[in-house]
Antibody, heavy 121, light 110 residues
Framework: EVQLVQSGAEVKKPGESLKISCKAS????????IGWVRQMPGKGLEWMGI????????RYSPSFQGQVTISADKSISTAYLQWSSLKASDTAMYYC??????????????WGQGTMVTVSS | QSVLTQPPSASGTPGQRVTISCSGS????????VNWYQQLPGTAPKLLIY???QRPSGVPDRFSGSKSGTSASLAISGLQSEDEANYYC???????????FGTGTKVTVL
């Protein structure tokens, strides 16, 4: 079964660092892009960026460039999203999702269960 | 702020047909395929329609998608109570060089 399993909920203080994970199984991790999506409380979905684990090619949404870092460790089939200095406005649910890109099909077909990040003093 | 515009809400009684629109531009819907995601309360989004009108395995055929020019639509026929959810259109955008989601539509079954 193809699945993405994300790390558990986090509660952090402003200024702290954080790295959340997304472990893939059931498919070839290095041959599909993985993206990250933010959903602030009661709000819609926002695309943050994407990484190709095969060569670590990474693209960021302009809204998130410089605010987060996306990485991957292909030895353990895991993608990461990290912050060096959290802000209260980073409080949100974060989803990872596998990109299926073939011919004219280009969609996020498998999603993780989400990681809730709460930043509060 | 999203570049794909959807109505904030839609509703219908069981068995009715509901349609959700998604308006974009030439850099996204006009030149790329459209996907739709369903997000049930408290759960992760799920791919509902891909490549404008294709259903992944397991998605009921009462969900259908279409695209014309810079707009797309999702139709739910034979509305059921379990269809109460938020629905998002999405597409890649050449100008932003990234993926964009619609503003989202909350579907209520009356």
């Amino acid at each position: 079964e193809v699945q993405l399993v994300q790390s558990g909920a986090e509660v952090k203080k402003p200024g702290e660092s954080l790295k959340i994970s997304c472990k893939a199984s059931g498919y070839s991790f290095t041959t599909y892009w993985i993206g990250w999506v933010r959903q602030m409380p009661g709000k819609g979905l926002e695309w943050m960026g994407i990484i190709y684990p095969g060569d670590s090619d990474t693209r960021y949404s302009p809204s998130f460039q410089g605010q987060v870092t996306i990485s991957a460790d292909k030895s353990i089939s895991t993608a990461y999203l990290q912050w060096s200095s959290l802000k209260a406005s980073d409080t949100a649910m974060y989803y990872c999702a596998k990109r299926y890109y073939y011919d004219r099909t280009d969609a996020f077909d498998i999603w993780g269960q989400g990681t809730m990040v709460t930043v509060s003093s | 702020q999203s570049v794909l515009t959807q109505p904030p809400s839609a509703s219908g009684t069981p068995g009715q047909r509901v349609t959700i629109s998604c308006s974009g531009s030439s850099s996204n819907i006009g030149s790329k395929t459209v996907n739709w995601y369903q997000q049930l309360p408290g759960t992760a989004p799920k791919l509902l329609i891909y490549s404008n009108n294709q259903r992944p395995s397991g998605v009921p055929d009462r969900f259908s998608g279409s695209k014309s020019g810079t707009s797309a639509s999702l139709a739910i026929s034979g509305l059921q109570s379990e269809d109460e959810a938020n629905y998002y259109c999405a597409a890649w955008d050449d100008s932003l060089n990234g993926y964009v989601f619609g503003t989202g539509t909350k579907v209520t079954v009356l």
